[in-house]
């Protein structure tokens, strides 16, 4: 079996050069080509002589992403990448551009276990958990294919990250490493659907990510029909494990808000949102949720997005609507592998 060259560390990577009797400045040349450079093949490393990449070659594998469809969008340049595995799996990446860079959003998992009632990336499940390398390669392969350098990373894709905790944990050392592409935390969004302890582990690493919280309910009996993660981890263990998240990193938490018509968007629910969340260092982020065929949510009015949204404002919260980038190009996460899986199954 050959090793996965791009998910070591730079210290790994050395131990793996000496174990192979190379000598240790080696692995800075490797590892620059691999994380500085994001080469797919070890024939591109053109400082190494022939018979060393060959070496290589016979050790290690470079994991990758190929381009299987490439989306852009006609009103904002959003792009939005299938790629496919080592293996033939699909996972999605979305690429946005704002005033301050690019910024991309990568997927965690091939498919999701948590079972959000509007999202289609878990429809099917969860077929496994991608790599730290598989992770890296989104970015990878999207800076080399648009030719511009990205600056920020969401980690909003399909997946829940925090159900991959120890290959995200290594995807994030990685990404900000200053030998690699050396981006920063502060520039790191992670999201989650609330696996309370994996909050608690994430708060105990004390990192300067931002954490969004998909929360899109403000109680229970909404939360839990919406979300059955909230079965398991209830809004009176959530919240608490939020707020000590804040206390423990001084980091502001972002709270998602999907509003769904007729479920989640009432005056009423606001009310119940801003008690909830009184106190907190915290930002909302309300959604109009994207429509998902099967799902069968409707998105909420554009008038009522805007009074949930200043009722909040009124009560002294920091809330900001989405922008709806890429909406003519299925860019909610799962939609477009779903449609090329439904393709592949009725061609075989
Ligand atoms: N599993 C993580 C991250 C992936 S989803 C999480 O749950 O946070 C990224 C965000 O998109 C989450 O806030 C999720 O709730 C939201 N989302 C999923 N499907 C959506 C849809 N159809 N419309 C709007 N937001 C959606």
Redesign the pocket.
């Known amino acids: 079996m050959k090793k996965d060259i791009l998910s070591m560390t730079l210290q790994e990577l050395t131990e793996a050069v000496l174990a192979l009797e190379l000598p240790k400045y080696r692995s800075a040349q490797i590892y620059h080509w691999l994380h500085k450079v994001g080469v797919t093949d070890f024939s591109e490393m053109t400082d190494l002589s022939l018979s060393l990449r060959e070496r290589l070659n016979d050790s290690f594998v470079i994991f990758s992403c190929n381009i299987e469809k490439k989306i852009i969008s006609e009103y904002d340049n959003t792009v939005k990448y299938l790629f496919s595995l080592h293996d033939g799996e699909l996972i999605e990446s979305v690429v946005m551009k704002y005033k301050y860079g690019y910024t991309v959003c990568v997927s965690s998992q091939v498919g ?1 276990r ?1 079972g ?1 009632r ?4 878990t429809l099917s499940g969860v077929v496994r958990n991608l790599e730290p390398a598989e992770i890296l390669s989104q970015v990878y392969a999207a800076e080399r294919d648009l030719n511009v350098r990205v600056s920020h990373i969401v ?7 925090l159900d991959n905790f120890d290959n995200v944990m290594r995807f994030l050392q990685l990404i900000s490493d200053e030998n690699g592409k050396n981006i920063s935390m502060r520039h790191i969004s992670l ?3 609330g696996v309370v302890p994996r909050i608690n582990a994430l708060a105990q690493k004390d990192l300067q990510l931002t954490l ?1 919280v ?1 929360l ?1 309910a403000p109680n229970n009996e909404i939360r839990s029909a919406m979300m059955p993660v909230n079965k398991k981890w209830p809004l009176e263990e959530l919240i608490p494990a939020c707020k000590a998240y804040t206390a423990k990193t001084s980091r502001r938490i972002s709270f ?1 808000y ?1 509003l769904v018509s007729g479920q989640n968007d009432s005056i009423a629910c606001a009310k119940e949102l801003a008690a909830l969340l009184r106190g907190m260092l915290c930002h909302i982020n309300l ?1 109009p ?4 065929k099967e ?1 069968g ?1 409707k998105e909420s009015s554009p008038e009522t997005v805007k009074k949930f949204g200043d009722y909040l404002s009124g009560k002294g919260f920091a809330v900001t609507v989405r922008r709806r980038l890429g909406s003519d190009i299925n860019a ?2 799962g939609q477009l592998r779903r449609t090329v899986e439904a393709d592949r199954k009725e061609t075989t």
């Open positions: 999701c948590m959000c509007f999202c289609a990336s980690l909003m894709g399909m997946g829940e990250p999201s989650t659907c969004s998909s899109h998602e999907a959604i949720v994207n429509e998902v799902t949510c909610a996460c």
